[in-house]
């Protein structure tokens, strides 16, 4: 039979606290590097929507004057976004989890 041992009176609460904090600058990172490989994908379909309009045709009534231009920026940018929130490519996941795992293998 195992003694009952307190493991708060042998850690004491300062370090208890430590390793809490620990933990969350953990999950802090993480949640950092998931926002930053959603920009990278978002950032990427941007890219895409912005060379696929450049290689159409430029005529029509909306294509001649500068806010349509500025207009379909805009919305390239928005749907960009949304399609990298969703992870619609897979881009960021794919960052994610290789950027994840090597900060895990430094960290050992």
Do not use: C, W, Y
């Not at 998931?34 to 309009?53: P, S, Y």
């Not at 909306?62 to 969703?86: G, I, K």
């Amino acid at each position: 039979m195992m003694p009952n041992v307190n493991l708060d009176s042998l850690a004491g609460p300062r370090l208890l606290d430590s390793v809490g904090k620990v933990v969350e600058a953990s999950v802090e990172e993480r949640v950092r590097l998931r926002k930053a490989t959603t920009k990278v994908e978002g950032q990427f379909i941007g890219m895409l929507l912005k060379q696929m309009h450049a290689s159409t045709q430029k005529n029509g009534l909306f294509e001649q004057r500068p806010e349509a231009a500025t207009f379909r920026e805009m919305f390239d940018e928005a749907v960009a976004d949304s399609l990298a929130e969703r992870g619609a490519f897979g881009i960021g996941d794919i960052l994610f989890k290789a950027l994840s795992r090597k900060a895990e293998e430094q960290s050992k």
